[in-house]
C-alpha cells in the first residue's frame, strides 16, 4: 500500500519570490524595471492593455511586499484607453499602500485622472512654471497657458516673453574682449 503523505521535507525560502513579470519585461526596458525595490512605477507613454497588465501587477507586488510603505508613480503620459486606466486606477484605490504621484512632462486624459488620484500629487511641471514667473517676471496663468502645449517663439518674442535678454546676430565686442582679459589674467596668476 502507498503512503498518502510524503516523507520528502518541504524546503521553504525566508525571502519572497520575485515574479518574472515583474522583472524581466518584453515590452520595457530593464532600467524601468530596476526601479521596482524602490517601490517606483513608471509609465510613459499612452496607457493601454498591456501597460495597465504590466503597472496593475506591480502595485499589487509592491503592496505584498510592504503594504504601509508608499509607492511613487511617475507619470509622463498622453492618456489612452478609459478602460485600462480605470483599472490601474481602481488597484491604486484598493491597495493599502499610498501611491504618491509625480508628472513629469504630461498627464493628459485617462493620466490626468491617475495624476490627481495619488496620495500626494507632486507636480514638477508647477515648480517649473514657477520659476518661469520668477525670471520671465510674467503672472502664472499666462506662463500656464504658454506651457500647456509645444509654443514656439521668435528670438524677438522670446526677449518680449523675458525668456532672453537680447537678441544678437554676431558676437559683441565686450564678450570678446571680456573673454580676452579673462584669458591674460589666467595667464599672468599661473
Not at 12 to 38: G, N
Not at 123 to 129: F, G, I, K, T, Y
Request: aromatic letters at 6%; a positive charge; proline letters at 6%.
Amino acid at each position: 500500500m502507498k503512503a498518502l503523505f510524503s516523507t520528502t521535507k518541504l524546503i521553504t525560502s525566508t525571502t519572497k519570490p520575485k515574479p518574472s513579470f515583474l522583472l524581466t519585461p518584453k515590452t520595457s526596458t530593464t532600467r524601468a524595471y530596476s526601479l521596482i525595490p524602490m517601490r517606483i512605477v513608471c509609465i510613459n507613454g499612452p496607457i493601454n492593455d498591456d501597460t495597465s497588465n504590466v503597472v496593475v501587477a506591480q502595485l499589487l507586488f509592491l503592496e505584498y511586499e510592504n503594504p504601509s510603505k508608499p509607492i511613487h508613480m511617475y507619470l509622463n503620459s498622453p492618456g489612452g484607453h478609459v478602460t485600462a486606466g480605470l483599472a490601474i486606477y481602481d488597484t491604486m484605490q484598493y491597495i493599502r499602500s499610498p501611491v504618491n504621484t509625480i508628472c513629469l512632462g504630461q498627464a493628459a486624459s485617462m493620466a490626468s485622472l491617475l495624476l490627481a488620484s495619488g496620495l500626494r500629487i507632486v507636480r514638477v511641471w508647477d515648480a517649473l512654471n514657477q520659476l518661469y514667473c520668477k525670471h520671465t517676471g510674467k503672472p502664472i496663468d499666462v506662463i500656464h497657458k504658454n506651457m500647456d502645449r509645444d509654443y514656439f517663439m521668435t528670438p524677438e518674442e522670446a526677449k518680449e516673453f523675458g525668456i532672453i535678454d537680447e537678441v544678437i546676430d554676431q558676437r559683441p565686442m565686450t564678450l570678446v574682449t571680456d573673454a580676452v582679459g579673462n584669458e591674460s589674467k589666467q595667464k599672468g596668476s599661473s
